[in-house]
């Protein structure tokens, strides 16, 4: 059915930018359609909430922490998502995920998302 291939993680210094990848497919997925999401996890922490973004390409949510600092977008003849991360700090070093929901609605519950990628590291060092 559903698959998502992350990538663009990697090694940064503190202040630095990267760009992560989300590539969707399926026979059965009409990826424009859905709302699609990034989260991100330590060892040892829970699986937090980053951004998500809708349908309507404008209609987007982040967690506070990255306001300002994180770029959601969708490429929806691509079927990919976007996540630009600009300003990073230490803190924001996890697993990044993307994940699907089968909502059209902006969802930050890790419960209304039902595919994820294997995700993506991304270390920042200070």
């Known amino acids: 059915q559903v698959q998502l291939v992350e990538s663009g993680g990697g090694l940064v210094q503190a202040g630095g930018s990267l760009r992560l990848s989300c590539a969707a497919s399926g026979r059965t997925f009409m990826f424009s359609e859905y709302t699609m999401g990034w989260f991100r996890q330590d060892p040892g922490k829970e699986r937090e909430f980053v951004a998500a973004?809708?349908?309507?390409?404008?209609?987007?949510y982040y967690q506070d922490s990255v306001k300002g600092r994180f770029t959601i977008s969708r490429d929806n003849a691509k079927n990919t998502v976007y996540l630009q991360m600009n300003s990073l700090k230490p803190e924001d070093t996890a697993v990044y995920y993307c994940?699907?929901?089968?909502?059209?609605?902006?969802?930050?519950?890790?419960?209304?998302?039902?595919?994820w990628g294997q995700g993506t590291q991304v270390t920042v060092s200070s």
């Open positions: 994940a699907r929901s089968q909502s059209v609605f902006l969802k930050v519950r890790r419960d209304d998302y039902d595919y």
């Open positions: 973004i809708a349908k309507k390409i404008t209609s987007t």
